[in-house]
Structures are given as C-alpha cells and as structure tokens.
C-alpha cells in the first residue's frame, strides 16, 4: 500500500508525520519505504540514518531540430500539448523550450521528414538508503535550473517498486508536484494546522483530492495553536479526523535536532502507533 503525506503549504508537518510514521512502522519490524518525493527540497535524510547503497540519475529526452531538413511546417508545434516548441515558417524560425517539454515524443511523431531527433538532459538524481534489512529511504533531488520535478517524482515511486509499505512524502501545494505523488497513492493524510492560512489551504488539498477521487483523511499539526475552525470544517464536511499532534515546545526541540518524537518522547509514540493501526485497516 502506498500512503501519501501531504499538505496545502510548506511547514505544516509532512516530513514530521511521514519519518515518524516511518520510524513506527520499522520498529514493529515491518517492511516499509520512505519515499522523499519533495525533489525541490529532500529533507527526510536528515532525521532518518541510513547507508546509501545506490545512486540513480533521471535524464529526459529533448527533441532535438535539424535546421537543414526541416521545412517549418509547424507539424511538431500543433502536436505539442505545452506550447514546447516555437515555429515561425515566415522567417523560418523553430525554436524548443526545454523547460516546457514534458517528453512525450508527439513532436518526433508529427514529423514527417525526419528533422527531430532527441538528446538527453540530466534532471536529477535518485539515491537509496538502506536503514535496516526491512527498511529504506529514497530521496528525489531535482538539478538546479531545471523546470519540473514531475519525472523525477515518478521514477523514484516507480523505482521503489511495489508490495511494501510505502510512505510517500509529498511537496507542499496542489500542482503538478502534489498530483504527481498522490495519484500513485491508494490513500492519502493530509496534514494541516489551526490557523486561516492552514484551513485555506486545507479546502484546495480536498478539491482536488475530491477531483482525483483519492480517499483521504486529515492530521492537524500544532492543535492548540489557533481556533476550532479545521475541525468544524472537517466535521461539517464529514472528513476523518484522524489525529491531533498538540502544538509543544518539546516537538521543536527535538526536530530542530534532528530527532524523531517518537524516539525522543514516550507520550507520542503511542499516536502514532495508533495512526499506524488505523492506515493499515485502510489497507485492509
């Protein structure tokens, strides 16, 4: 099963829930996978200790224009879906933006006298740890410049491969990013906090989950910190409430350390335990 971790905004608490969750899983001596999908931002390393054991770098293929055989029909422009490639037949003029093509090779199909080929662009790099012989860590981290993580985010979930328990860390926001981590998963937390800026993001996380017809339920982070208005939206909407982590001194401490709260603080480990057993009866 394939959970995700995600949130409407950054620094709500998705890669508290998504390592402690991780952590609670390995210590029951379960096989589970930690998949850090925020490439823009991998920072699930720093509080899980493993031994890298493998380094995987993602390319994409770009078309590439022969100027000499191509005749500027426009063909390749019109196939394009994201406006990728810029044709002016008037001043003979093709350009590609590299940073808009999604490699979808409709381009080198559209083309009927054989001026595009591909070259490949390094994207980013994938890198496995292992933590123990059940468990493992896998970190997406984008190249600098480059556009979007997308690819990358698929290919990491891709090559964590599938009949474990795997935890998806997803980047904050509802674009691409975020749809391309939750549409893999079969169930997804969400993670928010009591304040208007959390429960307006909330809302976006729930269309568009509601949209891709994900099941879904809500962790409030920081409870205590603001006002009631996340869980009267959550029970006015009859959206699962599925656990409150109260706002502590102690939970920053520990995380500016580096140090998981379920290995730091006994009162929290039993929550999330029981956050465990409840994503394992959704498995089921």
């Known amino acids: 099963m394939k959970i995700a971790i995600a949130s409407g905004k950054g620094g709500t608490g998705k890669t508290l829930v998504s390592t402690n969750l991780f952590q609670i899983v390995r210590k029951a001596g379960k096989p589970v996978i930690l998949i850090d999908c925020d490439s823009e931002e991998p920072n699930d390393q720093q509080f899980i200790n493993g031994n890298l054991i493998d380094e995987q770098l993602v390319t994409q293929n770009i078309p590439v224009i022969d100027t000499d055989k191509c005749t500027y029909c426009g063909k390749c422009q019109e ?30 199909y559209a083309c009927q006298y054989g001026a595009i080929t591909e070259k490949e662009k390094m994207i980013g790099a994938i890198t496995k740890f292992e933590v123990d012989e059940r468990s493992s860590l896998y970190e997406s981290r984008i190249e600098v410049g480059v556009y979007s993580s997308v690819p990358l985010i698929r290919e990491a979930i891709k090559d964590a491969g599938n009949g474990h328990f795997a935890i998806l860390d997803a980047p904050p926001g509802t674009s691409c990013p975020f749809i391309a981590t939750v549409e893999q998963a079969d169930y997804v937390v969400l993670v928010t906090e009591p304040t208007p800026f959390g429960l307006n993001d909330l809302k976006l996380s729930v269309e568009t989950l509601q949209e891709l017809k994900k099941p879904f339920g809500v962790v409030i982070n920081r409870a205590g910190l603001g006002n009631n208005a996340v869980q009267e939206y959550l029970a006015e909407n009859k959206i699962q409430l599925l656990a409150e982590i109260p706002f502590d001194r ?13 290995d730091s603080l006994d009162e929290y480990r039993e929550l999330f335990v029981q956050l465990y057993k409840t994503l394992e009866k959704k498995a089921s």
């Open 79 to 108: 196939y394009c879906h994201y406006n990728a490639i810029l044709v002016l037949p008037e001043i003979k003029h093709i350009q590609v933006v590299e940073d808009l093509c999604h490699d979808c090779g409709a381009c080198l």
């Open 250 to 262: 102690k939970i920053a401490a520990s995380y500016s350390e580096g140090v998981l709260i379920t």
